[in-house]
């Protein structure tokens, strides 16, 4: 086997064969055994429009026939690109302005962080560098976005260089909320506690915030009440800039168009990417505000160049694919749509919370969460028990130690939902 594993451990995957997919039909896979899949994770939190939508791959093949590659830069660029900038920044929260495309999350987080250093170099404010980055966030596997992320498996033997970052406390009110405190006053301290720490460190040294709207990939965390207004009164006071990394809240996952809808929260960049093609391609973009923009413009203008570019960024293919995604996220109206679905799983959800092992339920618009009750003294095995009994029942998900974390592919119906629900509760009931 040549593949080394991302995220696995290695030795087991030497002895323990992966499970290879080989075909998708609507919102299941199938392996190469035959055997059929629902998968609840949309993959890895992207394959927004299933597995085997039609028109995304001829618009694919149709980009592939007209022009398989050209760049972006100096001086040239491609037709789906420059239509999907103007697009994209069309959707977005009205703060953003201009759009710059690379291939990954990781790419665009990591770019974020550059243009943040450079927009504060311009503005001669070279010691203002640093970056505030959440306990259970994950940003991506770059040497700059690994290092933002929150989660120590990620670090571990790596030596990132991660003295720019300063870590802030997740927002987890069912962890970390004090007796008797309620969401608005959890809230509250945690933005005093950001405050605080801010004031510490030197608001003079710190850049940027950078958050996801609801923390993904670190449990499924869904923003307490008031949380993004209390924070955004503290970054705006210190001169500090969001950046919301959308890279799963966006496109209609939350029932919005994006997170920053959602929660109200004005960004100055955001990093978008999986659902902007429903994965089907491989493409992400870095949104800037209009401020920022004209700083970097007028740096890069002194310097004859902006000197940030990847051979693939704004593929024509990709770039193709995501425009026919979005067209058909408007034709089915998929903030409606994911509202709607949305009733459905918080019912499901709310149907497990009372099964033996089930510690409590969460949801939002298409993305829900069940925290099963930790074994006794031993983190995560609970888990995945049950997500053994899950896969044996044909249904994958992400698991995140002992939390469940669902985002099925927003074309699911609600018959599907509830087999989804059927066989989570087969799974927990067998796992106990
Ligand atoms: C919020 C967030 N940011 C960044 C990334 C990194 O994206 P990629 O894996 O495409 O590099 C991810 C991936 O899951 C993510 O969830």
Same mark, same amino acid.
Request: glycine fraction near 8%.
């Given at each position: 086997?040549?593949?080394?594993?991302?995220?696995?451990?290695?030795?087991?995957?030497?002895?323990?064969?992966?499970?290879?997919?080989?075909?998708?039909?609507?919102?299941?896979?199938?392996?190469?055994?035959?055997?059929?899949?629902?998968?609840?994770?949309?993959?890895?939190?992207?394959?927004?429009?299933?597995?085997?939508?039609?028109?995304?791959?001829?618009?694919?093949?149709? &980009?592939?026939?007209?022009?398989?590659?050209?760049?972006?830069?100096?001086?040239?660029?491609?037709?789906?690109?420059?239509?999907?900038? *103007?697009?994209?920044?069309?959707?977005?929260?009205?703060?953003?302005?201009? %759009?710059?495309?690379?291939?990954?999350?990781?790419?665009?987080?990591?770019? %974020?962080?550059?243009?943040?250093?450079?927009?504060?170099?311009?503005?001669?404010?070279?010691?203002?560098?640093?970056?505030?980055?959440? $306990?259970?966030?994950?940003?991506?596997?770059?040497?700059?976005?690994?290092?933002?992320?929150?989660?120590?498996?990620?670090? *571990?033997?790596?030596?990132?260089? *991660?003295?720019?970052?300063?870590?802030?406390?997740?927002?987890?009110?069912?962890? *970390?909320?004090?007796?008797?405190?309620?969401?608005?006053?959890?809230?509250?301290?945690? %933005?005093?506690?950001?405050?605080?720490?801010?004031?510490?460190?030197?608001?003079?040294?710190?850049?940027?915030?950078?958050?996801?709207?609801? @923390?993904?990939?670190?449990?499924?965390?869904?923003?307490?009440?008031?949380?993004?207004?209390?924070?955004?009164?503290?970054?705006?006071?210190?001169?500090?800039?969001? @950046?919301?990394? $959308?890279?799963?809240?966006?496109?209609?996952?939350?029932?919005?168009?994006?997170?920053?809808?959602?929660?109200?929260?004005?960004?100055?960049?955001?990093?978008?990417?999986?659902?902007?093609?429903?994965?089907?391609?491989?493409?992400?973009?870095?949104?800037?505000?209009?401020? @920022?923009? &004209?700083?970097?413009?007028?740096?890069?203008?002194?310097?004859?160049?902006?000197?940030?570019?990847?051979?693939?960024?704004?593929?024509?293919?990709?770039?193709?694919?995501?425009?026919?995604?979005?067209?058909?996220?408007?034709?089915?109206?998929?903030?409606?749509?994911?509202?709607?679905?949305?009733?459905?799983?918080?019912?499901?959800?709310?149907?497990?919370?009372?099964?033996?092992?089930?510690?409590?339920?969460?949801?939002?618009?298409?993305? /829900?969460?069940?925290?099963?009750?930790?074994?006794?003294?031993?983190?995560?095995?609970?888990?995945?028990?049950?997500?053994?009994?899950?896969?044996?029942? /044909?249904?994958?998900?992400?698991?995140? /130690?002992?939390?469940?974390?669902?985002?099925?592919?927003? @074309?699911?119906?609600?018959?599907?939902?509830?087999?989804?629900?059927?066989?989570?509760?087969?799974?927990?009931?067998?796992?106990?």
């Amino acid at each position: 086997m040549g593949l080394l594993f991302p995220f696995s451990d290695p030795r087991g995957a030497e002895s323990i064969p992966p499970l290879v997919m080989v075909e998708g039909d609507g919102i299941k896979v199938i392996d190469e055994n035959g055997k059929s899949y629902i998968d609840a994770a949309s993959g890895l939190w992207c394959a927004s429009l299933g597995f085997s939508n039609k028109r995304l791959a001829q618009a694919a093949f149709d &980009q592939m026939n007209r022009l398989p590659y050209y760049h972006s830069f100096m001086g040239r660029t491609v037709e789906p690109a420059k239509l999907l900038a *103007d697009k994209v920044v069309d959707l977005a929260p009205n703060s953003l302005a201009k %759009a710059f495309f690379s291939c990954s999350g990781s790419e665009a987080v990591d770019l %974020a962080i550059k243009i943040v250093w450079y927009y504060n170099n311009a503005r001669g404010r070279s010691e203002k560098k640093r970056v505030i980055a959440r $306990e259970s966030a994950y940003h991506g596997s770059g040497v700059l976005s690994a290092g933002l992320t929150g989660m120590n498996y990620c670090h *571990d033997g790596f030596d990132l260089p *991660d003295a720019f970052v300063i870590r802030a406390h997740r927002p987890n009110y069912a962890l *970390d909320a004090e007796p008797g405190e309620t969401e608005i006053e959890f809230s509250k301290r945690l %933005a005093s506690l950001l405050d605080a720490q801010i004031q510490l460190e030197g608001a003079e040294t710190i850049a940027a915030f950078i958050g996801e709207p609801i @923390i993904g990939s670190g449990g499924a965390i869904l923003p307490p009440e008031g949380y993004w207004a209390e924070i955004q009164k503290v970054l705006n006071r210190h001169d500090i800039l969001l @950046i919301a990394d $959308e890279i799963i809240t966006g496109f209609g996952r939350t029932g919005e168009w994006f997170g920053c809808d959602a929660y109200d929260i004005k960004p100055d960049i955001m990093t978008i990417a999986k659902q902007l093609s429903s994965a089907y391609m491989p493409i992400s973009c870095t949104l800037i505000s209009d401020k @920022i923009y &004209q700083v970097i413009a007028d740096f890069s203008h002194e310097k004859q160049t902006f000197g940030h570019g990847i051979t693939y960024g704004g593929h024509p293919v990709a770039a193709a694919v995501a425009l026919e995604t979005l067209k058909i996220y408007e034709e089915m109206d998929v903030c409606a749509q994911v509202k709607s679905l949305a009733v459905h799983l918080e019912q499901a959800l709310k149907s497990l919370d009372e099964l033996p092992g089930v510690a409590r339920v969460r949801s939002k618009g298409l993305i /829900g969460a069940i925290d099963l009750v930790p074994d006794e003294g031993s983190s995560g095995t609970h888990g995945q028990r049950v997500a053994q009994a899950a896969e044996q029942q /044909g249904l994958l998900y992400r698991v995140v /130690g002992d939390t469940i974390a669902l985002a099925p592919p927003l @074309i699911i119906t609600v018959e599907e939902l509830q087999e989804v629900a059927q066989r989570l509760r087969n799974a927990i009931a067998s796992a106990a």
